[in-house]
């Protein structure tokens, strides 16, 4: 359901402007692009090329978003469990993080194992919508072989649509793991009808789009599969500091991603995301953080969705704290609060994730489900009905306080949302039930939903297809 | 009359004019150029770096004052005849093979540069062999590595394995950073030293020269 209520931080007249300013960049500086492929493609379509730096036309650019689709279905294995990309809140796994910790082991880097039990989590989370990705990486596989082992583990343990893991590090490990996966759809050519993954593409800013970005984008387009284009510069140290100038130049590095995406498969999805942020200087280093950081991902959302009409997927819900505490807490709302109130429709990043994407823990993985789960309420606003109003109620009852007792307070007493994380009772009560702090409570969760997950949810006949693959791929290397 | 110690002040606070002011009246006057570089240029960039580990100063301003400091070098440097001109040691830098990521890299570098080092920065996705090529040519104390990826630490062990059958290895201290790195994967590698960040990167480079 969208929220009738919204954030905005631009006016109409400013998305103009920074709409005006990228095309000006595009046509006077131009973007580079290092894959040989992605320039020939640019040649052929006669875009002006000089060297590796494209110069692209208003028209080219303009044509090009006019092609993308502003929603999409992504099927899961689970028909009950696809979705519509580009509608409502969707929240997705992290990504890329290096270390993983719980409670009773600490942090460490992460085995495949760490893995499966993060998909179990995922597969068994309701407010995620989306699994897969690479929320860890396993440090026990080679790194060869990562990306097609991810693939697998996330294939076994659920159903729900599944994102390619991040570390595909050619065109290669990008096919095995699509035929890999279009296995688990019962086979070659399911991916040709329908949209089942992506894989997450950053342009290296500014305005440059590495080999293995132009890889990204070219393989995944001739797949079929939507594409996904991160513009990830940080504002003060590959971006301008100026919040505004920032905006611009991942708007820019967007729209040239999305020209070659529509020239190799015009009318492919492309979904538009924001992982910029606002450096912190003092460091010079990359900051979730910051409420700069909040402001811009707003502000990217209104540009990629109610200005371009794509999908608009945010990096949010982040945070810079190395322990799951008040700070990783508020850290995590600020931006998905206001994300999620600027009409974000994907979400990246938001559940589990900490100390600036180096880690993920499982104990917050869960908490920060809660926190999605107060966002998709705010997100129903309130319900202005003539009933909802309760004149006559009111008027009944008069100066009695007597509402609980009312019938029509019992009807709705289950309607209201409730915690299924954070403690509402009395103090006394929860101290008389052992002082519980929520990490421990987050903790009995993640053993209990591991302890009941199965050990696989796909059959034999699939089990024994996706292992065949692999052994292949591993014997011809 | 301008002092070593308002030189020194000038880096700090990163004004331009003032430091070629100073510098050349310190010229003028006949001081030694060493000291002027030694206990004016260099030791102003020292209380930098002491501000910039308190968090009192930003990069940009680091930058700021690391730029002024070059000035101010630039001007002492046409005194010095090669025999004398030294710095505290060569480090050959590099970004390994696979990893595009250079922030954390450039950062160290200007540390590095600043506390007195001589930087070859030979840039991203580099192979072994490149930082083969670059021992041979530059001679460095240290060999200094960063990767970002989880994918391409791996290539700091080869890079370590490669220049080690190349009769490389035992000229130089081999030193790694990055954000997957750990003191124990370093030690894993055979690597000499780890640093977290740039400022501990300078304290590990001064003490393996
Ligand atoms: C910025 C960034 C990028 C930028 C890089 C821009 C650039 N010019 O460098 C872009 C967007 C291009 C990028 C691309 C990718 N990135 Co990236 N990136 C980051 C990010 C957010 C910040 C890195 C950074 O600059 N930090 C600031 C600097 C100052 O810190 P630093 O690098 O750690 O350096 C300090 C210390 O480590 C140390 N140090 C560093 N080097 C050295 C060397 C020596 C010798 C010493 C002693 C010390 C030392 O000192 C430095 C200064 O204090 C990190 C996450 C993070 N929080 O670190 C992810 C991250 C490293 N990236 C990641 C990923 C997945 C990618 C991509 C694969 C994404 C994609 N799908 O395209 C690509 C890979 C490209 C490639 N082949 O390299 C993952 C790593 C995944 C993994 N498990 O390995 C991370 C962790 C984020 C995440 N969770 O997804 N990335």
New binding site residues.
């Given amino acids: 359901m969208e929220t009738k209520f919204k954030v905005e931080v631009l006016s109409k007249e400013d998305c103009v402007r920074i709409h005006e300013a990228s095309l000006k960049i595009l046509k006077e500086t131009g973007v580079i692009f290092h894959g040989e492929q992605a320039l020939e493609i640019f040649r052929k379509h006669g875009a002006e090329v000089d060297g590796k730096v494209v110069k692209f036309s208003q028209k080219i650019v303009e044509e090009s978003i006019r092609k993308c689709p502003s929603k999409f279905k992504l099927t899961a294995r689970d028909k009950q469990r696809s979705v519509t990309v580009g509608e409502g809140l969707l929240i997705h796994p992290?990504?890329?993080?290096?270390f993983v910790s719980d409670l009773d082991n600490g942090r460490r880097k992460g085995t495949l194992k760490d893995f499966a039990n993060l998909q179990k989590l995922f597969q068994a989370c309701d407010d995620i919508d989306i699994a897969g990705y690479?929320p860890i990486?396993p440090e026990d596989v080679d790194t060869d072989f990562r990306g097609l082992y991810c693939t697998y583990e996330s294939i076994k343990h659920t159903n729900k649509p599944m994102l390619s893991p991040?570390?595909l590090d050619n065109t290669q490990q990008m096919r095995e793991s699509l035929e890999l996966m279009e296995i688990s759809f019962g086979g070659k050519g399911f991916f040709k009808d329908n949209y089942c993954t992506w894989?997450?593409?950053?342009?290296?800013?500014p305005l440059t789009y590495?080999d293995?970005?132009c890889d990204?984008i070219i393989e995944y387009a001739k797949w079929n599969q939507p594409v996904l284009i991160?513009p990830?510069p940080?504002a003060g140290i590959?971006s301008p500091a100026q919040i505004m100038g920032t905006i611009i130049l991942q708007n820019a590095e967007l729209l040239a991603g999305i020209v070659l995406a529509q020239l190799v498969n015009p009318g492919i999805p492309v979904i538009a995301s924001a992982?910029t942020t606002f450096a912190n200087l003092k460091?010079?280093?990359?900051e979730c953080a910051c409420p700069e950081t909040a402001l811009l991902v707003v502000a990217i959302t209104q540009m990629n969705r109610d200005f371009y009409h794509l999908p608009a997927r945010v990096q949010t819900g982040i945070t810079s704290s190395k322990l799951v505490n008040y700070q990783a807490g508020y850290e995590t709302m600020q931006s998905l609060l206001l994300s999620a109130l600027a009409g974000a429709q994907l979400t990246s990043q938001s559940v589990g994730?900490m100390?600036?994407?180096?880690s993920v823990s499982y104990e917050k993985l869960i908490i920060d489900t809660e926190i999605v789960s107060r966002i998709r309420r705010i997100l129903q606003g309130i319900d202005t009905s003539e009933e909802a109003f309760s004149i006559d109620l009111i008027q009944e009852l008069g100066h009695k306080a007597d509402y609980l007792w009312h019938d029509s307070t019992l009807e709705l007493c289950r309607a209201g949302w409730q915690p299924t994380m954070a403690d509402w009772n009395s103090y006394d009560n929860w101290h008389r039930d052992g002082s519980v702090d929520i990490m421990v409570t987050a903790n009995k969760k993640v053993k209990e939903i591991l302890a009941n997950a199965p050990d696989k949810i796909i059959d034999e006949q699939l089990e024994k297809d996706l292992t065949s693959y692999i052994k292949m791929v591993e014997k011809n290397r | 009359m301008s002092t070593l110690a308002d030189v020194a002040q000038s880096v700090v606070k990163g004004q331009m004019d003032k430091v070629k002011e100073h510098v050349q009246n310190l010229i003028d006057a006949g001081n030694a150029p060493l000291d002027i570089i030694n206990n004016g240029l260099i030791e102003g960039m020292n209380v930098v770096g002491v501000h910039f580990k308190a968090g009192d100063m930003f990069v940009p301003e680091v930058l700021k004052s690391a730029k002024v400091m070059a000035a101010g070098v630039e001007l002492v440097k046409p005194l010095i005849d090669d025999s004398e001109e030294q710095s505290k040691g060569v480090i050959v830098?590099g970004t390994v093979k696979?990893?595009?990521?250079?922030?954390?890299?450039n950062?160290?570098n200007m540390m590095m540069t600043s506390s007195g080092f001589k930087v070859i920065d030979i840039g991203i996705d580099m192979p072994p062999e490149k930082f083969a090529d670059a021992i041979r040519e530059h001679k460095p104390q240290i060999l200094?590595?960063?990767a970002?990826?989880?994918?391409?630490v791996y290539a700091m062990d080869d890079t370590i394995k490669y220049i080690t059958t190349e009769g490389l290895r035992d000229r130089v201290k081999v030193?790694?950073?990055?954000?997957?790195?750990t003191q124990e994967f370093a030690e894993s590698i055979g690597a000499d030293?780890?640093?977290?960040?740039?400022?501990s990167?300078v304290d590990?480079c001064k003490e393996l020269v």
């Fill in positions: 992290p990504g890329g993080e290096i690479q990486s991040m570390q894989q997450a593409v950053c342009p290296n800013s590495s293995y970005a990204g991160v990830a940080m590959t992982s460091l010079a280093t990359w994730s100390e600036n994407l180096i | 830098l696979g990893d595009l990521h250079d922030i954390g890299k950062l160290v200094a590595m960063s970002l990826l989880t994918s391409t030193i790694i950073g990055g954000a997957p790195i030293g780890f640093a977290p960040d740039a400022a990167a590990l």
